[in-house]
C-alpha cells in the first residue's frame, strides 16, 4: 500500500490543478484518472468545442468575405479536417498536460478508482492512502426521462465534437450556453438548427438584457428557436427524429442534441458508503471544499458551484493552499468570469440586474452599444457593454455581448473584484482601436462623462 500526503481522485481542470500546487508546494501526490489527463474540459468539452466554433467562424467569414473586399468563395466544410485540426489541437495541450504533472513528480495512475476508506482509494486492485483525499469526479452529459441517448440520432454535446458530416438539420434541446455554442458551430457550418427551450430566454442565468441581444442575433443568423415551452418526448424515424413539445408543436430533424445541463459522477464510488454528505447527487461541501468527512475534500463539477473549468481549477488550487496550511481566501462565485462562446459571444461577471435588486441595491444601470466603438465597426459586429451599479458605489455587474467580448472579461472581472467604481475606471486610458474602449467609454458614461455615448 502507497502513502501519500495527497490522494486525488480524478484528473479533469480540479483533480490535475490540486496535483500541480500540491507538488509545488512539497507535498506527496498521487493523482487518479479513469480517462485520459485534463478530463472533460480538454477532451471532450471546452477545447474542442472551441476549435468547433472557430472554424465556424472561418466559414462564416469565408461566406462574408465580400464585404470587406476580399474575393472569396465557401465551398463546404471539410469535417476529417475540422476534427484533424481540432484533434490537433487538443492533442498539443495534453501532451503539455502529461509533461507537466511528470515534471512535478506527482505519481499518476490510469484506473477507475473507488474510495474504500476515508483515506483510501483503490484502483486496479491497489490501494492508495492519502493523509487527505479530493474527490474530482466530474461530470456527465444530463439527458430527460425517457429521452434514450443512441449516439447517432439523438446524441450528447461528447458525440457532438466528434460527428463526421454535417447534419442537414438539427434540433438542440436546451438554449444554455452548450446548446447555443452547438447551435452557433452547425449553423456556422451550414445546419438548419433550432433550439428548444424550456425557459422563456436562452442562456437563462445570464442578465436578461444578454439574453435578449443573443435571440436578436440569432433570429438574425437564421437559427430558430421555441421558447418556454416544455419538452414532451422524440421518437426516431427513417429520417431522423421528431421532437414534440407539451403544447403539441412537433418539429423534426436529420440529429437531436440534447443539452439539458452536466450531473455530477458520483455513483459507485464508494462516496455514500465512506458518509460523505450528499445531495441530489453533488457533494456538499464548505466553502473551503471540505466535506462532512474530515480530510474529504471534493472541487470541480461534483460539487454544487458554478460547471466551469476555470472553477474547478480555482477549487483545486485552493484544497491544495488549505492543506499546505496557507489558509487562503474562499472563492467568492459572483466574481468569476462566464462566457458563452458562440456568435456572438455573451461575457459577465458580478451580478445581474435582478439579482442586484435582489440583494436590496439601489441600482443602477448603463448600456454602451457597440455601435460607437471603432473596432465593433471594423469587425461589423453588434452587441453591447451593460453595467450594474450600485448608485454612488461599486460596479456590480458587467454584461457584455458581441464578437470577441470574451477576451475582455479578464479587465470586467478585476472592477468587479476589486469593487472598483465607474469614476475608478473612467480615468484609465484604453488602447484605440480595441474594442476594450467600449469598457472604459461605458465607465466613463457612467461616470458622467460620456464622450462618446449619449449622455
Given at each position: 500500500?502507497?502513502?501519500?500526503?495527497?490522494?486525488?481522485?480524478?484528473?479533469?481542470?480540479?483533480?490535475?490543478?490540486?496535483?500541480?500546487?500540491?507538488?509545488?508546494?512539497?507535498?506527496?501526490?498521487?493523482?487518479?484518472?479513469?480517462?485520459?489527463?485534463?478530463?472533460?474540459?480538454?477532451?471532450?468539452?471546452?477545447?474542442?468545442?472551441?476549435?468547433?466554433?472557430?472554424?465556424?467562424?472561418?466559414?462564416?467569414?469565408?461566406?462574408?468575405?465580400?464585404?470587406?473586399?476580399?474575393?472569396?468563395?465557401?465551398?463546404?466544410?471539410?469535417?476529417?479536417?475540422?476534427?484533424?485540426?481540432?484533434?490537433?489541437?487538443?492533442?498539443?495541450?495534453?501532451?503539455?498536460?502529461?509533461?507537466?504533472?511528470?515534471?512535478?513528480?506527482?505519481?499518476?495512475?490510469?484506473?477507475?478508482?473507488?474510495?474504500?476508506?476515508?483515506?483510501?482509494?483503490?484502483?486496479?486492485?491497489?490501494?492508495?492512502?492519502?493523509?487527505?483525499?479530493?474527490?474530482?469526479?466530474?461530470?456527465?452529459?444530463?439527458?430527460?426521462?425517457?429521452?434514450?441517448?443512441?449516439?447517432?440520432?439523438?446524441?450528447?454535446?461528447?458525440?457532438?465534437?466528434?460527428?463526421?458530416?454535417?447534419?442537414?438539420?438539427?434540433?438542440?434541446?436546451?438554449?444554455?450556453?452548450?446548446?447555443?455554442?452547438?447551435?452557433?458551430?452547425?449553423?456556422?457550418?451550414?445546419?438548419?438548427?433550432?433550439?428548444?427551450?424550456?425557459?422563456?430566454?436562452?442562456?437563462?442565468?445570464?442578465?436578461?438584457?444578454?439574453?435578449?441581444?443573443?435571440?436578436?442575433?440569432?433570429?438574425?443568423?437564421?437559427?430558430?428557436?421555441?421558447?418556454?415551452?416544455?419538452?414532451?418526448?422524440?421518437?426516431?424515424?427513417?429520417?431522423?427524429?421528431?421532437?414534440?413539445?407539451?403544447?403539441?408543436?412537433?418539429?423534426?430533424?436529420?440529429?437531436?442534441?440534447?443539452?439539458?445541463?452536466?450531473?455530477?459522477?458520483?455513483?459507485?464510488?464508494?462516496?455514500?458508503?465512506?458518509?460523505?454528505?450528499?445531495?441530489?447527487?453533488?457533494?456538499?461541501?464548505?466553502?473551503k471544499c471540505r466535506t462532512s468527512v474530515p480530510g474529504v475534500w471534493a472541487v470541480g463539477d461534483l460539487i454544487p458551484t458554478l460547471q466551469l473549468a476555470h472553477v474547478g481549477f480555482a477549487e483545486g488550487i485552493l484544497v491544495a493552499e488549505e492543506i499546505a496550511g496557507l489558509n487562503p481566501r474562499p472563492i467568492n462565485y459572483n466574481g468569476v468570469p462566464r462566457v458563452t462562446y458562440s456568435e456572438p459571444e455573451v461575457a459577465s461577471v458580478g451580478l445581474?440586474?435582478?439579482?442586484?435588486?435582489?440583494?436590496?441595491?439601489?441600482?443602477?444601470?448603463?448600456?454602451?452599444?457597440?455601435?460607437?466603438?471603432?473596432?465593433?465597426?471594423?469587425?461589423?459586429?453588434?452587441?453591447?457593454?451593460?453595467?450594474?451599479?450600485?448608485?454612488?458605489?461599486?460596479?456590480?455587474?458587467?454584461?457584455?455581448?458581441?464578437?470577441?467580448?470574451?477576451?475582455?472579461?479578464?479587465?470586467?472581472?478585476?472592477?468587479?473584484?476589486?469593487?472598483?467604481?465607474?469614476?475608478?475606471?473612467?480615468?484609465?486610458?484604453?488602447?484605440?482601436?480595441?474594442?476594450?474602449?467600449?469598457?472604459?467609454?461605458?465607465?466613463?458614461?457612467?461616470?458622467?462623462?460620456?464622450?462618446?455615448?449619449?449622455?
Amino acid at each position: 500500500m502507497a502513502e501519500f500526503d495527497l490522494v486525488i481522485l480524478g484528473g479533469g481542470s480540479g483533480g490535475y490543478a490540486a496535483a500541480l500546487r500540491s507538488s509545488q508546494l512539497g507535498l506527496s501526490v498521487a493523482l487518479i484518472e479513469a480517462g485520459k489527463l485534463g478530463g472533460t474540459c480538454l477532451h471532450r468539452g471546452c477545447i474542442p468545442t472551441k476549435a468547433l466554433l472557430h472554424a465556424g467562424e472561418i466559414a462564416d467569414s469565408t461566406r462574408h468575405a465580400g464585404e470587406y473586399g476580399v474575393k472569396a468563395e465557401f465551398i463546404a466544410m471539410d469535417m476529417v479536417a475540422v476534427n484533424a485540426y481540432k484533434d490537433g489541437v487538443v492533442a498539443r495541450l495534453h501532451k503539455g498536460l502529461q509533461g507537466l504533472v511528470k515534471s512535478r513528480n506527482v505519481t499518476f495512475i490510469e484506473g477507475h478508482g473507488k474510495l474504500v476508506a476515508a483515506n483510501t482509494v483503490e484502483v486496479n486492485g491497489e490501494k492508495y492512502i492519502g493523509k487527505n483525499i479530493i474527490l474530482a469526479t466530474g461530470s456527465y452529459p444530463k439527458t430527460l426521462p425517457g429521452l434514450e441517448i443512441d449516439g447517432t440520432v439523438i446524441i450528447t454535446s461528447e458525440q457532438a465534437i466528434n460527428l463526421d458530416r454535417v447534419p442537414k438539420s438539427v434540433i438542440v434541446l436546451g438554449g444554455g450556453v452548450i446548446g447555443c455554442e452547438f447551435a452557433s458551430v452547425w449553423k456556422s457550418f451550414g445546419a438548419e438548427v433550432t433550439i428548444i427551450e424550456g425557459l422563456p430566454h436562452l442562456v437563462a442565468l445570464e442578465d436578461e438584457s444578454s439574453s435578449k441581444q443573443l435571440e436578436r442575433a440569432f433570429r438574425k443568423r437564421g437559427i430558430n428557436f421555441e421558447l418556454g415551452i416544455k419538452f414532451k418526448s422524440a421518437t426516431k424515424s427513417k429520417t431522423g427524429v421528431e421532437v414534440t413539445l407539451e403544447d403539441g408543436k412537433t418539429f423534426t430533424a436529420e440529429v437531436l442534441l440534447v443539452a439539458v445541463g452536466r450531473g455530477p459522477v458520483s455513483t459507485n464510488i464508494g462516496y455514500e458508503e465512506q458518509g460523505i454528505k450528499m445531495e441530489r447527487g453533488y457533494v456538499i461541501v464548505d466553502d473551503k471544499c471540505r466535506t462532512s468527512v474530515p480530510g474529504v475534500w471534493a472541487v470541480g463539477d461534483l460539487i454544487p458551484t458554478l460547471q466551469l473549468a476555470h472553477v474547478g481549477f480555482a477549487e483545486g488550487i485552493l484544497v491544495a493552499e488549505e492543506i499546505a496550511g496557507l489558509n487562503p481566501r474562499p472563492i467568492n462565485y459572483n466574481g468569476v468570469p462566464r462566457v458563452t462562446y458562440s456568435e456572438p459571444e455573451v461575457a459577465s461577471v458580478g451580478l445581474t440586474t435582478a439579482q442586484a435588486k435582489a440583494a436590496g441595491h439601489d441600482v443602477v444601470e448603463l448600456n454602451y452599444d457597440l455601435a460607437g466603438n471603432g473596432k465593433a465597426q471594423i469587425l461589423k459586429t453588434a452587441g453591447s457593454v451593460k453595467l450594474v451599479a450600485a448608485k454612488n458605489g461599486p460596479v456590480l455587474g458587467i454584461h457584455m455581448v458581441g464578437a470577441r467580448v470574451g477576451e475582455l472579461i479578464a479587465e470586467a472581472q478585476l472592477i468587479y473584484n476589486w469593487e472598483a467604481q465607474a469614476s475608478d475606471v473612467a480615468n484609465l486610458i484604453h488602447a484605440h482601436p480595441t474594442l476594450s474602449e467600449a469598457m472604459g467609454e461605458a465607465h466613463l458614461a457612467l461616470a458622467g462623462k460620456p464622450l462618446h455615448a449619449h449622455g
